[in-house]
């Protein structure tokens, strides 16, 4: 089953602008981050953030959590067309336990 | 190696045969997952290593599906039987004990005619 559900499921916007994804997730998480994944393949780690946390920063990403409302953000800053690509938002209970992913948001970012 | 690699990168096998798929993970990192991924979805866990434990076989969709590592290394994904549903990306991914980030490997793109 999967945990998120990422909003909006297609975004597409100009070089330049920013990028807002959202996630909503079901069951209690210890932390939730954020992937990247190009073309279908591997995913790359983005951003983490713990549920003590409401806020977090890195580079041009900022992530924000609502635990009461058992949702995320993603925002990206000035986008490039490099950013284009599908976001995924994952969240974890616990220790090691598996991700339990939501579909992603895909993105694309026209030059 | 510096990263999990998988192997083979595709594959496309007839209906009703088995296949193999491989995963090594980093070096030293304890926990090993299996993904999969089915066009334009997010992704499916599968099964899941946590050093010498018994594996987390939850998320296995049916006795068709199998998986071993050995010595705490490299791990297997055996498909019997394959059936066109099957046809998906299975990705691995691996962390240390330490650390939540996962690091995800390339994936095997299967394809099941």
């Known amino acids: 089953s999967q945990q998120g559900e990422e909003d909006p499921q297609a975004l597409s916007i100009q070089e330049g602008e920013n990028a807002t994804m959202n996630c909503s997730y079901k069951t209690s998480i210890n932390n939730l981050q954020w992937y990247r994944q190009n073309s279908g393949r591997g995913l790359v780690h983005l951003i983490l953030i713990r549920s003590n946390e409401r806020e977090k920063h890195s580079g041009r990403l900022r992530v924000t959590l609502d635990t009461s409302k058992k949702s995320s953000s993603l925002l990206i800053t000035a986008s490039r067309a490099a950013d284009t690509a599908s976001y995924f938002c994952?969240?974890?209970?616990?220790?090691?336990?598996?991700?339990?992913f939501g579909k992603g948001t895909r993105l694309s970012v026209i030059a | 190696g510096a990263g999990v690699s998988q192997s083979p990168s595709n594959k496309v096998t007839e209906k009703g045969k088995d296949v193999e798929l491989r995963c090594d993970p980093i070096s030293g990192h304890t926990a090993l997952y299996w993904y999969r991924q089915s066009l334009g979805q997010g992704l499916e866990f599968l099964i899941y290593?946590?050093?010498?434990?018994?594996?987390?076989k939850s998320g296995l969709p049916s006795d068709r599906f199998s998986a071993e590592r050995t010595g705490g290394s490299v791990s297997t994904l055996t498909i019997q039987r394959t059936q066109q549903e099957d046809s998906a990306v299975y990705l691995c991914a691996s962390n240390h004990l330490a650390g939540p980030e996962q690091f995800f490997g390339p994936g095997t793109r299967l394809t099941v005619l």
């Open positions: 994952a969240g974890r209970s616990s220790g090691n336990t598996p991700l339990v």
């Open positions: 290593f946590q050093g010498n434990s018994a594996p987390d």
